[in-house]
């Protein structure tokens, strides 16, 4: 049965690892930003993590990072040797807004969060996905907790 999806347009996802999936949940803030705790974060985190080990991701978990913290790991991790690595996930769970995302101090560009990711800075995953999935808090909204809701992205 033909699919009408082109094998030619597709990722090679057949290296020995499928990849690695950062998760960065930021629940707690700090006093000076004015922002309040994410209640739920933690839940969303470990569903999330379940999921990409079930996948057969290498899952590296880091909680309650400063925007000076969450640049230092994403250019430390662009420059490890993905080339064993189909793929490269990163997940961000915080407040946010349009084209930013907070640390627990302040905000951060996204553009400078994925431009790590750029084949020309990280040559071991030129040519491979990498996904950046970002699920954010918009400060000053009131969180909709209710199961089923929306949720607000911030497209990048």
């Known amino acids: ?14 290296y020995p690892e499928m990849g690695l999936c950062i998760i960065i949940n930021n629940k707690n803030f700090h006093k000076s930003t004015g922002m309040a705790s994410r209640s739920g974060t933690d839940v969303d985190a470990a569903n999330i993590r379940e999921t990409f080990m079930n996948l057969k991701y290498e899952v ?3 909680n309650d990072l400063t925007r000076e913290e969450i640049v230092e ?9 993905h080339s064993k690595r189909s793929s490269f ?12 995302i907070f640390g627990t101090n302040g905000p951060v560009d996204l ?19 990498k996904l950046f ?7 000053g909204e009131i969180p909709r907790m209710a199961p089923g809701s929306s949720s607000h992205f911030v497209l990048c």
Do not use: A, W
């Open 1 to 14: 049965m033909d699919s009408g999806i082109s094998l030619d347009n597709s990722y090679k996802m057949d």
């Open 73 to 81: 790991l994403m250019r430390n991790v662009s420059k490890e040797d």
């Open 133 to 139: 999935i970002i699920q954010v808090t918009i400060p």
């Open 111 to 129: 553009k400078k969060i994925t431009s790590f990711f750029r084949g020309d800075y990280c040559r071991s995953l030129t040519g491979k996905p």
């Open 60 to 62: 590296r978990n880091k």
């Open 89 to 100: 996930i990163c997940v961000l769970l915080s407040h946010g807004e349009e084209g930013i």
